[in-house]
């Protein structure tokens, strides 16, 4: 079946540590987010990737890398600049900017 | 600023009570409004997409419409497994690829 994978699906980050969330999608997608949601707050998206070795900054990137090698995987560093990453991440993707976004179950990171 | 609110922030239902979810936005120009559906601990399901105003989706018990401020969620006769948040999106009309979400409602339904 298409879809998308994230994995972990709960990760710890101790102090001064850069973590790294894995995406994976098998639906041929072109475009692909990552998205951080935090509690009584909307989808905030942090990155965004229309093509390979091509991304734009979102919203909320500081804090954070991404990397396009492939087009079916946009892994997220969270790194130690963010001082706040307590939050569910979730990573999507789709078609085109118009199209729906489809995406994965996310990973929950906390700070050890 | 380009800004989706959704109201109720949570609705408690009697299984087949029906009711009305809404998503307002302010933005300028719409060029697309999708709604989603997300169970705890799981990523968003994509539900609907609408385009312009006075059009309408249905899918089982759910009916999305939209007019040029806002969009509702109709769930007729809902059932204990609706119970979900529903997130609205936005993609305003800027030729870029940001979709603004609204912070969802919360919805329970008790059988």
């Known amino acids: 079946d298409g879809g998308i994978t994230q994995s972990p699906k709960y990760l710890f980050r101790k102090e001064g540590q850069n973590v790294t969330l894995s995406c994976e999608q098998n639906?041929?997608?072109?475009?692909m987010y990552w998205y951080r949601q935090d509690p009584g707050q909307g989808l905030r998206l942090i990155y965004y990737s229309q093509i390979v070795n091509d991304f734009q900054k979102g919203d909320i990137a500081e804090g954070y890398s991404v990397s396009r090698e492939k087009k079916e995987s946009f892994p997220l560093t969270v790194t130690s600049a963010q001082k706040n990453p307590t939050a569910f991440y979730l990573c999507?993707?789709?078609?085109?900017?118009?199209?729906?976004?489809?995406f994965g179950d996310g990973t929950r990171l906390s700070i050890l | 600023e380009d800004q989706v609110t959704q109201s109720p922030e949570a609705l408690r239902l009697q299984e087949g009570e029906s009711s009305s979810l809404n998503c307002s936005y302010t933005v300028s120009g719409l060029r697309g409004l999708f709604w989603y559906r997300q169970d705890p601990g799981k990523g968003p399901e994509f539900l609907f997409t609408l385009y312009s105003a006075g059009e309408e989706k249905e899918k089982e018990r759910l009916k999305a419409t939209l007019t040029k401020k806002e969009s509702f969620l109709h769930i007729t006769a809902p059932k204990p497994e609706d119970s979900a948040t529903y997130l609205c999106?936005?993609?305003?009309?800027?030729?870029?690829?940001?979709?603004?979400f609204g912070a969802g409602t919360r919805l329970f339904v008790k059988a």
């Open positions: 999507a993707s789709s078609m085109g900017t118009l199209q729906p976004q489809h």
């Open positions: 999106a936005v993609l305003p009309n800027t030729g870029g690829f940001k979709t603004i």
């Open positions: 639906l041929n997608h072109d475009a």
